[in-house]
């Protein structure tokens, strides 16, 4: 094996097994910048040692146990004890002392809620929703710095001071690193759900650059939240997020034209949607609807999608029951973006003059000001109704706005189209 093909087989055991490495050492320093510190010196050690005497016959387990040794040699030297000693005092000796007499008992036990442990703290409330999916991204997706960053086109540094102040403001709040409790679990699993789909919803449609979608984050954004599934399993809302992004996940092929143009929902051909993703969702929101309770925003978002890939083509499509689905999310969770949905799906089960009747009342909403969605949507209903002047204006005004490239050439597609159907004047 080259030095090449070692370390990308490096890099595959990384993915794999950091998080699991990073939550059982967490659990036993107590801190999460610590015990990623202390992941990252067994990976430099795999990074030295590999290429020369192979790879191991179980490679986590080699990279836990090299782990465990850098953690062990500074628990000894006790300066975990001298930094943490006015924080957590005679709790953390006994645990220094169960540390050093019984380190791989102590790692080991428990590895499952050591994961949830370590989702909850790195999607903690007390840190900005960029640093939550900076830091969700490093420590559970094991993504490099740089990966986080081409990921989501901001520059590296931007990235890297995320991640630093994320695990200094963790450790100035005094974050415990345990499973939340009571009420306070409900207000933090909703935090890191968000996390999870922002991910999802940034790889599913990016806001901005050159690429209609970035599967890549998608996958990261799954592979978090079927983890979550399996540790939160009587969390119906879990399950429903789970369902939501397997279902959309599922028309990424046919979301894309040979040339990388977007494909609207309702010109893809359907037969390119993925059939596995979409059992693997419907399961997932039979599962969350089984454990019974009012159905939370992501079941409901789940139900919606489900009408869609239920449906063979965009006629056999439910639109009532979508509009109903649309109807409770915003009781539930009142939102400018779910009315805007609410309208299209009207629109598509009454009629273009419906959608448009409730776009009209949201034109004066501050948060869709700057929305390009807002005025595309109101382009399609003018269409539809033949007033293709202003269509026309209004695809353009949704292309000036966006900031994804193919989005904008779509919406300039469209403008254009406007302006090449509207009659032209008569020479006399």
Not at 268 to 277: G, I
Request: glycine share 6%.
């Amino acid at each position: 094996m080259t030095a090449t093909d070692t370390h990308r087989a490096i890099d595959a055991v990384w993915r794999i097994e950091s998080a699991r490495i990073i939550a059982g050492l967490a659990r036993i320093v107590r801190d999460v910048g610590l015990a990623e510190e202390l992941a990252q010196d067994a990976l430099v050690a795999a990074l030295e040692q590999w290429p020369n005497s192979g790879i191991p016959d179980n490679p986590g387990a080699w990279l836990m146990a090299a782990a465990k040794h850098r953690a062990i040699d500074r628990l000894r030297r006790s300066k975990l004890l001298e930094r943490k000693h006015g924080e957590i005092g005679r709790e953390l000796q006994t645990r220094q002392e169960m540390a050093v007499a019984d380190f791989d008992t102590a790692i080991d036990n428990d590895i499952e809620d050591d994961l949830l442990r370590l989702v909850f703290t790195a999607c903690h409330p007390v840190l900005s929703s960029e640093a939550r999916v900076a830091l969700t991204l490093r420590l559970l997706g094991g993504l490099t710095t740089d990966e986080i960053a081409r990921a989501f086109l901001v520059p590296e540094p931007t990235i890297a001071q995320r991640i630093v102040r994320a695990k200094r403001t963790l450790a100035d709040a005094r974050v415990p690193f345990e499973l939340p409790r009571g009420s306070d679990r409900a207000a933090r699993l909703s935090s890191v759900l968000e996390v999870i789909y922002l991910v999802f919803n940034e790889g599913y449609t990016a806001t901005a650059g050159g690429d209609w979608i970035r599967p890549a984050l998608c996958e990261d954004a799954l592979r978090l939240g079927r983890i979550l599934a399996e540790l939160a399993t009587n969390e119906p809302e879990v399950h429903g997020l789970v369902a939501l992004m397997e279902i959309q996940a599922s028309r990424s092929t046919a979301r894309v034209g040979p040339s990388g143009e977007p494909i609207l929902l309702l010109e893809q051909d359907r037969s390119r949607w993925d059939q596995l993703l979409i059992r693997r969702g419907l399961a997932a929101l039979e599962r969350a609807e089984k454990l019974g309770g009012d159905r939370g925003p992501y079941a409901l978002q789940a139900a919606i999608a489900a009408c869609h890939a239920r449906a063979h083509t965009p006629e056999q499509t439910d639109w009532a029951r979508i509009v109903a689905l649309y109807e409770a999310l915003a009781q539930l969770t009142p939102s400018p973006i779910i009315e805007l949905n609410r309208a299209v799906a009207l629109a598509m089960a009454f009629g273009p003059a419906a959608g448009l009747e409730l776009i009209d009342t949201l034109a004066s909403e501050p948060s869709l000001k700057s929305y390009h969605l807002l005025p595309s949507v109101r382009g399609d209903f003018l269409f539809k109704l033949g007033h293709l002047a202003e269509a026309q204006v209004e695809f353009e005004r949704a292309a000036s706005l966006t900031r994804n490239a193919r989005e904008r050439e779509l919406l300039l597609g469209r403008a254009q189209a406007c302006a090449e159907a509207q009659p032209r004047p008569r020479l006399h």
